[in-house]
């Protein structure tokens, strides 16, 4: 809900989905989660459909995913609320299908080091991911861009009750299967994680940045 460009940052979130023609959309909220939900509402004006799945306590990525289970589609897009991709999102879940895999991730090429947040990703010949390590001080050659596709199933991987990370419980498993592929954007993404990058992204859409 923090300002950015005269509207709150999930509302430029939004309006690039409603561009791409992506109508439907769960929000997993959690603390103050009423303040988002009070805010837009059932996204009518939006010309959106929203509905919401709220955690009570704290149950990371993957956890949330988890209480919203029934909410789910047999196969979805997931957008972390704090970052910013402007790409064809239904080239996520295209990709997601044709590989045969049961997790896609988008990622950026950052071998030349044009973006800040540290590289966390490999990948081998064929676009599969073969190692996710988020605070890795080796030489690794993509960072994830805050998009990703999963069919249900992944649901299944996510242990029943407690916090789980998707990076750091669910990515290796599927590491591991190999059923964790990708989609490399040569599109620089967004975030909203220290000011510097808050007031980088601020810029951005104040000088009307078409999404």
Do not use: W
């Not at 923090?2 to 509302?11: E, I, K, S, T």
């Not at 919401?52 to 997931?78: C, M, N, W």
């Not at 299944?156 to 954007?185: H, Y």
């Amino acid at each position: 809900m923090v300002q950015v460009a005269g509207c709150p940052y999930l509302q430029h979130q939004l309006h690039l989905l409603r561009d791409q023609d992506i109508r439907d959309v769960l929000l997993l909220t959690g603390h103050l989660g009423e303040q988002i939900e009070d805010y837009f509402g059932d996204g009518g004006r939006m010309g959106l459909r929203l509905t919401y799945s709220r955690e009570q306590s704290p149950l990371g990525t993957g956890g949330a995913l988890r209480e919203a289970r029934d909410k789910l589609h047999d196969s979805f897009i997931v957008i972390y609320g704090d970052s910013y991709l402007p790409i064809r999102y239904a080239d996520a879940l295209e990709g997601l299908k044709s590989t045969g895999a049961d997790g896609l991730v988008v990622v950026y090429d950052n071998r030349q080091g044009e973006t800040p947040v540290r590289n966390n990703i490999d990948l081998d010949d064929h676009k599969y991911v073969t190692r996710y390590e988020k605070d890795s001080l080796d030489q690794l050659g993509y960072v994830e861009a805050g998009v990703l596709a999963f069919y249900r199933s992944v649901i299944e991987l996510i242990p029943d009750v407690g916090m789980v990370s998707l990076e750091n419980d669910i990515f290796p498993k599927l590491i591991v299967l190999r059923r964790l592929t990708a989609l490399v954007t040569p599109q620089c993404f967004y975030d909203i994680g220290t000011p510097e990058r808050l007031a980088a992204i601020e810029a951005l859409f104040a000088a009307g940045q078409p999404r």
